[in-house]
């Protein structure tokens, strides 16, 4: 696709938004809401169950404009429409990019290559579901006759940081008869803790690789098919029974030794961290059952339509993300930290980071010109209120500018006591917190005095958004989910960068690669890497001999 777009910073509304910066970025929050009584009321917006409130950014109405024009400027309608009709806008793997065919539902529509993909979709769908009942229930057995009662998720990336995240979000409807483990990292300790305490006769591994050549997970596999040969008399007959896999090569998975009609596919339109929905979610559907599953579907659903039909000033994820731009690209802001007030939502920050970053950490644009402006930010969190007492002291007082992301929820799923209401309070007393702050005089009124006084203002005017839901249920989460995949959308099509690929994986592993022989040989190996990388290989060889 030749682009005929400007380049980013000579569109007309990059040039106003520059011009309108200069001029608002001196107002104080504490201004935009004095001049303003419905300013908490009015910049807030509620799609498909979520309520955002934006009021507490550092905009104005003529913010708001011209960011939506530089997001017709930037041909986000175009490109939506693309996505959504499978064009190849992944160019430099010229692929479509279909993530929102997997929870479309079942008469739908949506041509690769002048075919239907949504039967696949769904043809892989139902065998996840008779799969999953078949285990849930008891029915599929080990190779010594015994039930399942542990699945392993052997993955990384996007392979394991969706199934973990969903696992954990969604234990309040997982089956505790069930014991879900996740093994990712090549360190070999990640494989040993997770299995120590299984019985093999018991454990189903699911092997999830799109590519099914990933180092860490084949290592892992491999450990994980001995651990399992070792536990079971070496009967190699024992795999097929406690081996399924998860990926878009059934060559590689047969050549593993794992039947293929124990084999999950998906496809190349599916990018890994775009995959959770995918069969990679096959764990999430043995954990909280098919119908639970189905309701995730529903809920990204929701927000997919959401994103492809309404307009930008109403649209959620493209509002998200023209603030986020706004923050970075004009206010310098470096991360984003994003906040679950909700326990189980622990590993959406991790999961995050893989979306937005991999997605957008980018520094050429489509056409491969260097880019002259920012492009992701840093995304980070952790559940409040535990940040609060570790890092929020950065934010508040620190000399970054942080926005932050506060998600939360209505209700409890287990009421405990006063215990919600009061994790609420802080919810809305952060943001208050950030947005506010606390002057100088207003420390004096309270009793302090001297040199004490600067150490206790907050200066206030840090940027945040709050989003609020009922409950954090399947359909809940597969709409949070969507909504920041379709703000990684709209900044990586604001910045004019291939969201879709991640060549920035690839030179660390292939020098890994080369590495580990370096590290095993016998005999001391000739070095030709750089003095730092050459020494390091040496005294890694001395201590792992003396060790
Ligand atoms: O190294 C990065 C990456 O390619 C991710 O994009 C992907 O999610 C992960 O590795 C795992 O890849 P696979 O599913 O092919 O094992």
Redesign the pocket.
Known sequence: MKSTLKPLTQRPAWKALTAHHKKIKGLHLKQLFAADSKRGERMTLEAAGLFLDYSKNRITNETLKLLFKLAAESGLKARIKAMFNGEKINITENRAVLHVALRAPKNARILVDGGNVVPEVHAVLNKMEAFSKRVRSGAWKGHTGRRIKNIVNI?????DLGPVMAYEALKHYSDRSLTFRFVSNVDGIDFVEATHDLNPAETLFIV???????LE?MTNAGSARDWLLKGLGRNPKAVVKHFVAVSTSAEKVSAFGIDTANMFGFWDWV???Y?MDSAIGLSTMLAIGPKNYRAMLAGFHELDEHFHTTPFAQNLPVLMGLLSVWNTDFFGAETVAVLPYEQYLKRFPAYLQ?LTM?SNGKHVTLAGKKVNYQTSPVYWGEPGTNGQHSFYQLIHQGTRLIPCDFIAFGQALTKLGRQHDILMANVFAQAEALAFGKTAEEVRVEGTNGALVPHRVFEGNRPSNVILARRLTPEVLGKLVALYEHIVFTQGTIWNVNSFD?WG?ELG?ALAQRIVPELESKATPKLKHDSSTNNLIRHYRKLKITS
């Open positions: 993955g990384i990336g996007g392979s999830s690789s799109k590519t099914f050549t990933t997970t990018g890994g961290r995959s893989q991999e991640q994986v592993k």
